[in-house]
Every structure is written in structure tokens, then in C-alpha cells.
């Protein structure tokens, strides 16, 4: 904080450059789509000039795939966050599924993964591009739930949590559409039961046991 | 059947020709996306010419309304008539699952659907003509489904099979990615666990009770 802008290194400013880019994508992805996502777009939108910008990322290819990393990296440090945030003797399945929808997946940044999911469907080259950043991801995020939940009946707790993201995502495509708050909260209510039959935090396990 | 095409009334053939259209719809969809999807590439896709079609469907805003329409009404009757085959004994709610992903969300058809769903997020046109066949058609789920399922425990059967078809939603878009069929074997079978608990088969229930 005390840093100010003529000290910071050449890295710092990189990475602040980077970072920046990163939001922008993000940005433009959620309000214009994939297809209406350029360059020039998110330079624009980032307050950076073309050649800046050419100068970390050269392609939209190489945007779009450091936005996605850098999102889905910072959606799994917030999902860490969020559970160790949530007191035993508390609902906590539920709080953690509460949590997840509305914090992260019904989150307006959340659309831009969306976008790149459907655009994947089509587009074999952001695929190659993005598939490895998601393996990486769901083996960070099966550690950190590791040393977060267990199960009471020997299911896959990283299999439950990642379910719980396929289903809200499921559900914030219907969202888009229903606008029906009450429908979601009853989604939401009915999935907490359903996963806190089977999965515990880690903590409670270890009290019951 | 043994009637022929010079046999045929005006209202069998329209009825024909928006068929036709709709089917011709969905390919589109499903192959270009949403923002590649026009009125000209669905004429040629039917092997109709531009007039004929627009004296069926006026604007690409119609023709995306009546392929939704006639894609979610199949659907339904396909997910009625899979339940209505699951023979008691057999492991029927696993087969439900499957079948659901196998059949329906899986099959490439389906992904005109995606198409729409993620459309309509940022087209407030297209989800104000959307919006009415999705709210017509989740009346019609939930009463097949009370015709068809039960709950042990008091939830509502029709959110339970909603959610099935959420959560596979949610698969389909993470299966374009990862092309992982064992991921989603399991997810499949989880679900079916997870369901299982709550759902029952109507005539098992009328047995059971």
C-alpha cells in the first residue's frame, strides 16, 4: 500500500498490467458475450493502448485463457475462504450452498465463465486452451476440499462439491430466464438437504468420530 | 400414412413446412450458436426458399420461439414416455438419470437449447418471448410428474426432477470442457443415490403404502 507507483518494480507493474487486463476480459466477456469480446474491447475497457496490451497478451485466445484462469483461481481461493468462514453448530451445508450461489456462480463476473463454457462447445482451439487450466483446477480444488469436508457415507466429497457447482451453474442458466427468486431459493433448500445427508465439514467429522 | 403428399390439406402441409422449419432451427442452433443462426441459413438448412418461410415465421424472433417451443414440448413427452417404460424391480430412478442424460441433455440436439438459454441472458426481446413457453411448459412437467412420482419424505417431486434436469444442464456445459465420460458416469450415479433417498415411482409408493 505505501508503495507508490515510481517505486514499484518492472514485475509489479506487469503483474498490475496483467491483472487489469484480466478484469477487463472478465468485463467485456459478461456484458458483450464471446463473440462480442475483441482486443480493442477489452483495451479500451482496461484504459490500456492496444500496444500495452499486445505486450502481455498477443491474441484473444491468450486473454480470454488468462481471464479464465485468473477468475476460476480466484472463484476457488473465495470457495476456501467461504467455508472456513462458516461456525460449527451453524447450518453450515447450507450456508456453504448459500454462499456458493451468491457469492460466486449468480455473481455478474460468473457470466464470463459461462460464456467461455458455450464457446468451447464450438471453438476446439479455446478448448486446447482451457482444458488444462480446468484439470489444474479441479485437482487444487479436490485437495482443498480434502482438508475441508468429509463424507458419512464414504461418497466422494470432492465429487459433492463439484456437483454443487454443476447444479448452481445449471441453475443460473435457468436463472437468466425464470427471474423467479423463489424457485432458486427452493433449489437452493432442497440441495443443502440433500448434500448435508451426506457430506460434513471436516471438524464436526472429526467431533462425531 | 397412406395419405399423399397431393392428398394432403393446406393445414397438414403448413403444419409440415413449421415442422420442417423447427427441425431446420435446431441444426442451426446447435451448429452456429445463437449469433450465427439466420433466417436464410434456416431456409436453406429446410430446403425451403425465403418466402415460403417467412409466410410461416416473420423474423429470426419466431423462428428461435416456435424451435424452442417444439424442442421443450418433445422433451417432455420423450422424459414421460422414458419414465412410463422403467419396468418396477429395475433400479428405476438410476434409469430415469440416465436416460434423461442419455437421451435428452446429452443428445446434440440439445444444445440449440444451451444456445437459447445463454441468448436470452443478455437478449431481453428474446427472453420476453421465451419466457412464456418456459413458464407454460414447467406447469406441464409438474403435473406429468405427479402423475408419475412420489416423495418419502414430503419434498416436492417436481422440484426433485426439475433439479434433475438442472443439474444435467449444468453437466452438459462442464462435458463440452473436460470430455471426461467417467466424470460423468459418476455424476450420474451419485445423482441417482442422492434422488433415490427421496423419489419413488408412483406405483411403487401405491405398493409400498
Not at 70 to 78: M, Q
Request: glycine fraction near 8%; charge should be neutral.
Amino acid at each position: 500500500m505505501a508503495t507508490s507507483t515510481a517505486r514499484r518494480t518492472q514485475g509489479e507493474r506487469s503483474a498490475e498490467a496483467r491483472r487489469r487486463l484480466c478484469e477487463a476480459t472478465i468485463d467485456c466477456l459478461a456484458a458483450h458475450g464471446y463473440a462480442g469480446t475483441t482486443t480493442l474491447r477489452v483495451a479500451e475497457i482496461a484504459g490500456l493502448s492496444r500496444g500495452a496490451m499486445q505486450h502481455h497478451f498477443g491474441s484473444k485466445l491468450d486473454l480470454v485463457t488468462a481471464a479464465a484462469e485468473y477468475l476460476l483461481d480466484g472463484a476457488l481461493a473465495r470457495t476456501v475462504e467461504m467455508a472456513h468462514r462458516l461456525r460449527p453448530g451453524e447450518d453450515r451445508v447450507r450456508g456453504f450452498v448459500r454462499d456458493a450461489w451468491r457469492k460466486l456462480v449468480a455473481s455478474p463476473r460468473y457470466d464470463a465463465i459461462l460464456e467461455i463454457f458455450v464457446a468451447v462447445r464450438s471453438d476446439a482451439e479455446l478448448r486446447g486452451r482451457i482444458e488444462p487450466v480446468l484439470r489444474r483446477l479441479s485437482l487444487s480444488l479436490a485437495a482443498a476440499v480434502g482438508t475441508l469436508f468429509r463424507t458419512r457415507d464414504g461418497s466422494d466429497p470432492a465429487l459433492l462439491v463439484g456437483m454443487t457447482f454443476t447444479l448452481l451453474r445449471g441453475l443460473s442458466l435457468e436463472a437468466g430466464l425464470y427471474r423467479d427468486p423463489a424457485l432458486v431459493e427452493r433449489v437452493l433448500d432442497q440441495w443443502a438437504d440433500m448434500l448435508g445427508d451426506r457430506l460434513v465439514f471436516v471438524d464436526e467429522a472429526a467431533a462425531a468420530g
